[in-house]
């Protein structure tokens, strides 16, 4: 599929976001490409939001340049409603996340938020996740000890070269899992210790996916 089809279906998927999102309350904004396309879409309603939490630098710098007011999730009980995209999603609204790297703060958010609205393109639906690579954000003195537990788990880490998260540490992309188990997977990966989240979004998956396509948005 050429990039330009793949760049409207998240464009239509960001568009239809915007009717989720409730009159003058705080809510939290992902990361990714699919998000960026909601973030400019979220301009034209700005005024009736009284801020946003950011899960990343990139997206906060973003909504800091629509003037759009940033909250600290510390600062906040509960949120009405999360939007964020993913890398995968199956029919149990479970997903894979972290192909930019934010996941800790995703997970964080999605868990602090009553409602998670994933928006997708339709290319990212999977029978079994596993097929694009789980990321792992690891302590960085713990690296090779937490790669050698992922291989005891079946999977194959791959360093993320020339890559920091937000919070200071790398992340290792695990290849080769078959993920019949998301959430038994999800708890393993979170046991090793050095671990601080992995891309697995299973115990807390998705509440409803709105799934773009280039003429359509499906909600799930
Ligand atoms: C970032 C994420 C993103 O939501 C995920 O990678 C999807 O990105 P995109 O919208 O660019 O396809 O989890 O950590």
Known sequence: MDKQAIAQMKINVAKAALQYIPQNQIIGVGTGSTVNYFIEELAAIKNNIAGAVASSIETENRLKKLQIPIVALNDVDELAVYIDGADAFNSLRQLVKGGGGALTREKIIANASSKFICIVDANKKADVLGKFPIAVEVIPMARSFVARQLVKLGGQPQYRQDFVTDNGNII???????????????????QIPGVVCNGIFAMRGADKILIGSTEAVIEF
Request: glycine share 6%; charged share 20%; aromatic share 10%.
């Open 172 to 190: 290792l992309d695990v290849f080769g899992w078959h993920i019949t188990q998301p959430i038994e997977l999800e708890n393993k990966i979170n």
